[in-house]
């Protein structure tokens, strides 16, 4: 499994951002599917997660009302779209996946199988 993060970049406090992750496994559509940030200077924490069965989404609560996960599931793709974005959004965004993921481990990175190689958002006040 691979999974390939995109979408980062340097942006204004209020501004959007689209993050993608294409991921490269044979039944897409099992897979539960997560982002993950790391703040410099902080440790990973979890921000949304789309369940691969059902489509039920859970997401972090500071970025509740902001954060839209998504998925594509013909075309092996998961979004992130950030609205209203933050200073204190700025981190390394990373895409994870699992095919065994229960709803109540959902926001714990241990049990998350597979990882993208992350890509930087930077949010300028």
């Known amino acids: 499994v691979q999974l390939q993060a995109s979408g980062g970049g340097l942006v204004q406090a209020g501004d959007s951002l689209r993050l993608s992750c294409e991921a490269s496994?044979?039944?897409?559509?099992?897979?539960?599917m997560g982002w993950f940030r790391q703040a410099p200077g902080k440790e990973r924490e979890f921000v949304a997660a789309?369940?691969?069965?059902?489509?039920?989404?859970f997401y972090a609560d500071p970025v509740k009302g902001r954060f839209t996960i998504s998925r594509d599931n013909a075309k092996n793709m998961v979004y992130l779209q950030m609205n209203d974005l933050k200073p204190e959004d700025t981190a390394v965004y990373y895409c994870?996946?699992?095919?065994?993921?229960?709803?109540?481990?959902?926001?714990?990175?241990?049990?998350?199988?597979?990882w993208g190689q992350g890509t930087l958002v930077t949010v300028s006040s």
């Open positions: 496994v044979g039944t897409f559509r099992r897979y539960t």
């Open positions: 789309s369940k691969g069965s059902g489509g039920s989404t």
């Open positions: 994870a996946a699992d095919n065994s993921m229960i709803s109540s481990s959902i926001r714990y990175e241990n049990q998350y199988d597979y």
